[in-house]
């Protein structure tokens, strides 16, 4: 009777120790930031018990290291672009990227207005923190903005690019006397979307104060940012009289600089579109057709283009695509459709869904492990000077020339999530699993396609965006109602679709049925290659190009001195019972 009850214990025991290693991976990813290791592509395509609600937790865990903890002023509440990070360790580093814009502020008030709408996936990336935490940063962040215009009225409200790494926000060099459109066209949809939030949660204090900031940049738009001479939006407006506030009614007191306005179908439209919807033309003697003339102006840049899939030869058809020509091809251009409804017409989101297979199909074609969108370059292993590489994208359906085809950025992964969730984060997990491309605030910057440098810097523009991009059929969902009880939803569909059709609409669109891809190759590990960061190791990644299994995954938890000590236990108990 002794040794069967000696037998149902070991047993026991047997049982309890499989458990523990089977659920070891999960266990070693809620504590690793090296967590893509314990996920496949073919997981998440196929929504394996789960896997995509499990890798978005993880995902917006790390993220919220570096959303929730580093990557903002606590004191102010306003972000910082982002941190350079330590090419060994990847902790921070000693240089501090202290400046922003308003395009950050709009990624901070995306999340924090998902968090507002009870979204497990922003109440994650915020650590559960309460209702309490967010208003207060909220609070910071208004009295910041009103402290900053109390200071220099000239900017109308809107926000240049500036300095938040002292008590207040500040001047930065070079931007002393001058404001840009397309961050602020950004910021002011993020506001009205922000506004609703704090309606529902009955945070009346708090949307008076924030309307009152959309109804002052609602005021000052057309003085600041519009150009009657040709009827268009300045890129960056001029300010003559900075500290006068009874001049940021006066269009006299802005000039364009650098005579740019912005003509593109991209994310500068977001300007365009608040505008024409919302500024007060009459108020400055303009008839409600002159903001026609905007999209007059803008029609040269939406131009027709067919992506060529295969090289013309005597055996092989050459397959079309149709999609819309970008600037660089950059996913950074897909920002718009983070808040206002495009893909609500027809035309609109077939063209999206076309453009991003294209992006997809153009990496995997040509055996590329990643995404290109505009981003800071690699620097060589134990250095940290990068320089911001716009021109990275596809040539062949490109206004301008790709300069730089070696980096790619897990970010530039956001609009194929928008466009088909599995397949873009796919895409995401296969650059992210890159050496030494997650770090203890999430995903790092960029990697070289090669394997063997990275971008050792974090930002909001390569790591929110992608957040921000999983979570924004809500904020969508929230501009759709604002359109619709302003009653500007109609014209916005209108315009839309009439600018659209007059380029798109003549003909049929081609390749519609070219499927999704899938990356065709991994980012190198070669055994003597770059190492994952000393704070970010898992068992075996370091040295393997090959997926890692189940088993691996279970005994990295080797790493972790907590899970060492049930396993002393396990072991401890298991001579006990053979006494």
């Keep these: 009777m002794h040794f069967h009850i000696d037998t149902a214990l070991i047993k026991m025991f047997l049982f309890i120790a499989f458990v523990f290693l089977q659920n070891a991976g999960f266990l070693a990813g809620q504590t690793t930031c090296r967590f893509a290791d314990l996920f496949t592509i073919d997981d998440l395509v196929s929504n394996r018990q789960d896997a995509i609600h499990r890798f978005k937790m993880h995902m917006c865990l790390w993220e919220g290291k570096f959303g929730y903890d580093v990557g903002y002023n606590h004191e102010i509440g306003i972000t910082y ?68 215009h109390r200071r220099y009225p000239g900017f109308g409200g809107f926000l240049p690019w500036f300095a938040a790494n002292g008590s207040a926000m500040n001047l930065l060099n070079g931007w002393e006397t001058k404001v840009p459109g397309l961050d602020n066209g950004q910021l002011i949809w993020s506001i009205k979307i922000l506004i609703e939030t704090l309606k529902s949660k009955k945070l009346t204090s708090l949307v008076d104060k924030y309307q009152q900031r959309i109804e002052l940049m609602t005021q000052t738009s057309i003085p600041v940012f519009y150009e009657a001479e040709r009827g268009g939006i300045r890129c960056e407006s001029g300010i003559l009289d900075m500290f006068n506030e009874s001049q940021i009614t006066d269009p006299r007191n802005y000039v364009t600089m650098g005579r740019c306005l912005l003509d593109d179908p991209y994310e500068g439209e977001l300007m365009a579109y608040f505008m024409d919807l919302y500024a007060p033309w009459t108020l400055y003697g303009y008839t409600m057709e002159e903001r026609n003339r905007i999209w007059t102006y803008k029609r040269d840049r939406l131009v027709r283009d067919e ?159 992608t957040v921000v991009a999983m979570l924004s059929s809500h904020l969508i969902d929230v501009t759709r109602a604002i359109l619709q009880r302003d009653r500007t939803y109609d014209r916005f569909y209108n315009i839309t679709e009439y600018e659209w059709s007059k380029v798109f609409g003549s003909k049929p669109l081609l390749g519609e049925d070219l499927p999704w891809s899938l990356p065709s190759t991994k980012i190198p590990r070669p055994i003597d290659g ?50």
């Design 81 to 148: 672009d982002g941190h350079k990070i330590d090419y060994t360790t990847g902790d921070l580093h000693e240089n501090l990227q202290y400046w922003t814009a308003a395009s950050k502020e709009a990624l901070h008030i995306n999340m924090l207005s998902l968090y507002l709408m009870d979204n497990v996936y922003a109440r994650q990336f915020f650590r559960n923190a309460s209702q309490d935490d967010i208003v207060d940063i909220l609070e910071r962040k208004i009295a910041s903005y009103n402290e900053f």
């Design 307 to 465: 992506y060529n899939t295969s090289t013309q030869s005597t055996t092989v058809t050459q397959k079309q695509v149709t999609v819309q020509r970008g600037f660089w091809f950059s996913s950074h251009e897909q920002w718009k459709y983070f808040y206002l409804p495009y893909r609500d017409i027809d035309l609109q989101n077939r063209l999206f869904t076309n453009g991003e297979k294209v992006r997809v199909y153009h990496s995997a074609q040509n055996r590329i492990p990643g995404l290109y969108a505009s981003v800071a370059s690699d620097a060589k292993p134990g250095t940290y000077q990068v320089d911001y590489w716009s021109a990275c994208g596809i040539q062949q359906i490109a206004f301008q020339s790709i300069e730089h085809e070696s980096v790619v950025t897990p970010y530039a992964s956001f609009p194929v999530i928008m466009a088909n969730e599995s397949i873009g984060l796919a895409w995401y997990l296969n650059m992210i699993q890159g050496p030494a491309m997650q770090n203890m605030y999430g995903s790092t910057e960029a990697t070289n396609i090669n394997g063997e440098a990275i971008s050792p810097v974090i930002t909001w523009d390569s790591k929110i965006t």
């Design 530 to 579: 770059l190492p994952d960061f000393t704070q970010c190791r898992n068992t075996l990644t370091t040295t393997s190009s090959i997926p890692i299994s189940t088993v691996s995954a279970s005994l990295s938890v080797l790493n972790k001195s907590c899970h060492v000590v049930v396993i002393i236990f396990l072991l401890s108990f298991l001579i006990f019972l053979l006494k």
